[in-house]
């Protein structure tokens, strides 16, 4: 309530108090709720190390949205030591657990080749499961690696579906690529 500013005055601080004791008492979505404010200096001073740690605990508790925010943490080093390894790892968590976000990074590593052993294959799966679970930004990628016959068959009319989806999604690149 005091966060969004719905039923009661707006008010980040009081917000990031309710989100330590919720994160204190085991919550964990208080917890990945309280590193988003750290992450982001809303309420409180921003600090990526104290983010990192509170990511850590909730993804450990199974909050997969905070596996999701440690990776970009780990892959950008920020608060943390920078590692594409740990990155993905917590990526594939994020994944695994749900977080559909992570499913497109992860694949975007598997493209890539960074911090896992490139491999087409698994960078469209991870952008059709993203896509599927409603990630446009995952169905642009899917779109591209189609276009170009990356690692499948090219085709057009998957192209433009893919591409459509993602421009009707509000991803720009989607609408470009069209």
Do not use: P, W
């Amino acid at each position: 309530v005091y966060e969004t500013g719905r039923g009661a005055e707006q008010d980040h601080r009081i917000a990031v108090r309710f989100l330590n004791y919720a994160c204190d008492g085991g919550n964990m979505v208080g917890c990945d709720n309280l590193g988003l404010s750290y992450r982001t200096g809303r309420g409180v001073e921003q600090n990526h190390g104290i983010a990192a740690q509170l990511f850590r605990q909730a993804c450990e508790g199974g909050e997969s949205a905070a596996c999701f925010s440690l990776g970009a943490l780990l892959l950008h080093g920020r608060g943390v030591q920078q590692s594409d390894e740990d990155a993905a790892q917590f990526y594939r968590l994020a994944c695994e657990g749900g977080e559909m976000n992570g499913c497109v990074e992860l694949g975007a590593m598997y493209e890539n080749g960074r911090g896992v052993e490139q491999s087409d294959e698994r960078a469209l799966r991870l952008f059709g499961q993203s896509c599927d679970g409603g990630i446009m930004l995952g169905c642009l990628f899917l779109g591209l690696m189609l276009d170009s016959g990356r690692g499948v068959e090219r085709s057009d009319e998957g192209t433009v579906q893919l591409f459509t989806m993602a421009c009707n999604g509000g991803v720009i690149q989607g609408c470009t690529s069209l």
